[in-house]
């Protein structure tokens, strides 16, 4: 496993639509764990392939809720909403935009169909923080960004990773 360069908003692979993936192999399943490598390094709860430069219809979810999920990060191939309801109006962020948020509408509640990483099919609903994470995550496969959703100003995030640094020394 390796850690993978995150693409920063302004790269135009960012920007490109992704391809669906038809067979997994053993460069993909190597994307799939990088992916999930770099995600919890950045601190992040979803990491789509664009953004570490690969224009594959591949992300991954892990919200840190155990409850979720049996505890197991979400992987998403080819995936798509297949029922949305609600609505909720909160902060968004993104790895491809460090240290900014932006309030953002979305979906209270999605379900989406994926493939594993063994290209078995799956459902899987989320709601809250997941729906949104879900939400936001498929439209960096369609090469948009939160920031064309955002309701107002970006504002710095607070630096929480620096304190959680600063307690566990
Ligand atoms: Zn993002």
Do not use: W
């Not at 490109?16 to 799939?32: A, F, G, I, N, Q």
């Not at 594993?116 to 729906?131: I, N, P, Q, S, T």
């Not at 620096?162 to 307690?167: L, R």
């Amino acid at each position: 496993m390796a850690l993978r360069e995150i693409r920063e908003l302004g790269d135009p692979i960012l920007e490109k639509p992704c391809r669906e993936v038809k067979e997994m192999t053993p460069r993909l399943r190597e994307l799939v764990e990088d992916m999930l490598e770099t995600m919890y390094e950045a601190n992040g709860v979803g990491l789509a392939a664009p953004q570490v430069g690969v224009l594959r219809r591949i992300c991954v979810v892990d919200i840190g809720d155990e409850t979720i999920h049996e505890g197991e990060p979400f992987v998403l191939i080819n995936p798509r909403i297949v029922e949305q309801r609600g609505s909720q109006t909160g902060d968004e962020g993104c790895l491809s935009l460090p240290g900014k948020a932006g309030k953002v509408t979305r979906p209270e509640y999605v379900k989406i169909h994926a493939f594993d990483e063994e290209m078995k099919e799956y459902e899987a609903e989320g709601e809250g923080l997941l729906a949104r994470a879900f939400c936001h995550e498929l439209d960096h496969l369609d090469g948009h960004m939160y920031t064309e959703l955002v309701e107002g100003p970006l504002h710095d995030m607070e630096d929480r990773k620096e304190e959680e640094e600063d307690t566990e020394e």
